[in-house]
């Protein structure tokens, strides 16, 4: 019997790696599908991004992840970009298409599939708490899945127009800037408001965004990007009103399923990614 002891490989570049628990959701999915492949929590330092890179390309890597603080700088070491990746200057995934790398960004993809059992962007009249990282991806991606009106809630002013001009210049939808100066009340009309703050965020769990928790109505759909803990007081709030809502647990097992299906093409399954992640107290 011949025997392939050459494991197709895949990883994440990022530093502080230690308490990233993408490995273990990652790995998860590999063994339930029956694939021997290997995905490695990698710690780069800024200095040694370009290096590890060309690693990755001299090892045959499949891909890799991309977090904090490679997100941007990565981008000079790959050979072309995905959409949403250009429209929003940012990579988290890598993808290896023959001899090139490919910067894609999975965030928003994956809130947007995480979205998609509760309800359809088209359409839809969005409030966006945060500009941001994932705030930035969330709302790129919202608008590319055809959300007709986008509020961009955030407390800086800078950030929060910049991620609406982007959105503006980019996607049919019809963005706006709104000042975060005090309680948020939730215009009428609003079909789905979005958490992209890192308001709630472990150990932080009591922390709320300062909003008018009743002006949230039972038609809303409510999300929030945190994934640790994944009941936020934002989202029990938002249940307490009778909404339907959406976790940020849901969101990282999506990109992860994203990620899984351009490196594999298979879809990974999402209730053993959740698992695993569960299992480790999240
Ligand atoms: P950034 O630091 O880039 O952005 C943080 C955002 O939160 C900014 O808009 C900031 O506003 C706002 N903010 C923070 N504190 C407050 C406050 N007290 N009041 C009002 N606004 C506040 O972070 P990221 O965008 O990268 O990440 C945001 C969150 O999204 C994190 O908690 C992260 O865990 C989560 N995330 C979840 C993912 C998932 O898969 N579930 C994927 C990626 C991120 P300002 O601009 O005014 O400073």
């Known amino acids: 019997m011949t025997h392939n002891f050459l494991s197709p490989l895949t990883g994440s570049f990022a530093m502080p790696a230690a308490e990233n628990p993408t490995v273990a959701m990652i790995e998860a999915a590999y063994r339930h599908h029956g694939l021997d492949w290997r995905y490695l929590n990698c710690e780069v330092a800024p200095s040694a991004l370009a290096d590890a890179v060309r690693g990755a ?48 960004n999975t965030d928003g993809k994956g809130f947007v599939a995480a979205l998609a059992p509760i309800v359809d962007p088209a359409g839809k009249r969005v409030v966006l708490l945060g500009a941001g990282g994932a705030a930035r991806a969330v709302g790129v991606e919202m608008a590319l899945a055809g959300a007709a009106e986008i509020a961009i809630v955030n407390r800086s002013a800078g950030r929060g127009e910049e991620v609406a001009a982007i959105i503006d210049a980019n996607t049919p939808a019809i963005v706006r800037y709104q000042p975060w ?54 989202l029990r709030a938002a249940q307490a009103r ?41």
């Open 57 to 104: 390309r001299a090892m045959g890597w499949m891909g890799f992840n991309c977090s904090i603080p490679h997100k941007v700088a990565v981008i000079e070491h790959l050979d072309g970009l995905g959409e949403s990746a250009r429209i929003i200057g940012a990579v988290n995934t890598v993808v290896r298409r023959g001899e090139r790398l490919i910067g894609e």
């Open 181 to 234: 100066m005090s309680r948020y009340v939730v215009p009428e009309g609003t079909d789905i408001l979005i958490n992209a703050t890192s308001i709630g965020l472990f150990p932080d769990v009591e922390a709320m965004p300062d909003i008018d928790a009743d002006s949230l109505r039972p038609d809303m759909v409510v999300a929030d990007g945190i994934p640790n803990p994944p009941l936020t007081p934002f």
């Open 242 to 282: 009778g909404c339907r809502t959406a976790d940020g647990l849901g969101m990282l097992v999506n990109q992860g399923i994203v990620a899984i299906r351009y490196w594999t093409g298979i879809d990974a399954d999402a209730a053993v990614m959740r698992r695993a992640l569960l299992d480790l107290g999240l």
